[in-house]
């Protein structure tokens, strides 16, 4: 039972995979076919797609030498109903195996089938069903229903009325600490793709080797301990690392010499405390623990900003910011509590949404959502704007004759 498909109900509206796995907040996840995800979580492979009613998983246990056949396209894109019938409750349970039957109207005894290691397989995949699924349930955070907080943004702010119909589903991540703390550590001055190599040769060097999918190797995400041996920093400077490799291997130091279970005790801390304990690590800034506040430490109301979110603040939100040239400590403040007084208790889940919508690579996403006459029209607008300048560079051409 490995690799069947298992099912979590989940409204697309609640939960978009495409966006919430592809913004930034993790770098692991890799859609490996059109609307298939995968990566690591909680030291197994997971693939994940899903429907308008669900989220599909499976859960890849076999280590470490595991190869998957290939996901079906037709299976990626079809759309399947949430069993909830007893009928269908019937269809779904387990086959018994160990006895082919010439027809399919033969029917198989139980006690020739062997009834207690049936009872036994039922008793066990319904366990590993409750495991696996309250683990997607603690990853997605689906305990925040997402609708109604959307309902309160759009009450507090037109922008985000404006901005959330093209990105429903946008949710916060809620990562494994030590993940999250040493991949934003890596995200310094840093683009996506270098980010992403860069924690892949974390796990690959440092982590243990948890299975092999369509010849793919997948590993797990490093401990703190193995990233605070002596000699790690000059290994990842050849690696390409950079400045970074210092910072990592000290924060790893760092973290090891604290009591055990000291990066996960901080989630018990006040936001304020939590980031000023976290700001201790070397080479953690206000951004970088305000994403692991927001990311790792359910602090719903941190606010990471860059010079990204900066961007979106002094153009829809706080035009003085317009004055300002550099992202200084004391407009990185400001903004922080310009959201959290606007957007509330989660306001870092709001900023989530507006941080999504102004990436470029998801705009053709929201274009996805316009109406073709929205889209004809600006098809026309350009197409009239083209136009007047063809002849106002004409007009310029016969002013220099």
């Not at 979590?8 to 796995?21: A, N, Y």
């Not at 004809?376 to 220099?400: C, H, L, M, T």
Request: charged fraction near 30%; charge should be positive.
């Amino acid at each position: 039972m490995a690799n069947a498909w298992r099912s979590l109900p989940c409204k697309i509206s609640e939960l978009r995979l495409d966006i919430t796995l592809d913004c930034g907040q993790s770098f692991r996840w890799r859609e490996i076919q059109p609307g298939v995800w995968r990566s690591v979580l909680a030291n197994k492979v997971w693939t994940l797609r899903q429907n308008a009613h669900e989220i599909l998983y499976q859960v890849h246990e076999d280590a470490p030498s595991l190869v998957d056949a290939s996901v079906k396209q037709e299976d990626c894109l079809e759309e399947t109903e949430p069993k909830n019938s007893k009928k269908d409750q019937q269809a779904a349970k387990p086959t018994v195996t160990g006895r082919k039957s010439k027809s399919k109207h033969v029917v198989i005894k139980q006690e020739d089938a062997g009834i207690n290691d049936v009872k036994k397989e039922k008793g066990d995949e319904t366990n590993n069903n409750a495991v696996y699924s309250s683990i997607l349930k603690d990853y997605f955070q689906l305990n925040v229903r997402l609708e109604k907080l959307y309902k309160t943004f759009k009450a507090a702010d037109a922008n985000f009325t404006k901005v959330c119909p093209g990105f429903p589903g946008v949710r916060v991540l809620r990562q494994d600490p030590t993940e999250n703390l040493f991949s934003f550590i890596c995200s310094s001055n840093n683009n996506i793709s270098r980010i992403t190599g860069m924690v892949e040769t974390l796990c690959s060097t440092y982590g243990e080797k948890l299975a092999v999918l369509d010849g793919t190797p997948w590993y797990a995400f490093p401990s703190a301990t193995a990233l605070a041996h002596e000699g790690i920093e000059q290994e990842l400077r050849d690696r390409g690392f950079g400045y970074r490799a210092k910072f990592i291997n000290q924060s790893a130091k760092f973290i090891k010499e604290q009591p055990e279970g000291w990066l996960e005790g901080l989630r018990g801390l006040a936001y304020e405390e939590c980031h000023a304990e976290l700001m201790k690590l070397p080479g953690v800034g206000a951004k970088v623990a305000d994403c692991v506040c927001l990311m790792s430490m359910d602090k719903t109301d941190a606010i990471p900003v860059d010079t990204h979110v900066w961007q979106i603040a002094s153009r829809d939100y706080m035009p003085s910011l317009n004055k300002t040239k550099s992202l200084t400590d004391k407009v990185y403040k400001e903004i922080g509590a310009f959201f959290r007084g606007l957007f509330g208790e989660y306001a870092g889940w709001a900023h989530s949404v507006l941080f999504s919508a102004d990436l470029k690579k998801f705009q053709s996403k929201s274009e996805g959502k316009k109406s073709p006459e929205k889209r004809n029209s600006r098809k026309q607008d350009y197409g009239d704007a083209k136009k007047v300048k063809k002849e106002a560079n004409g007009r310029k051409k016969i002013k220099k004759r």
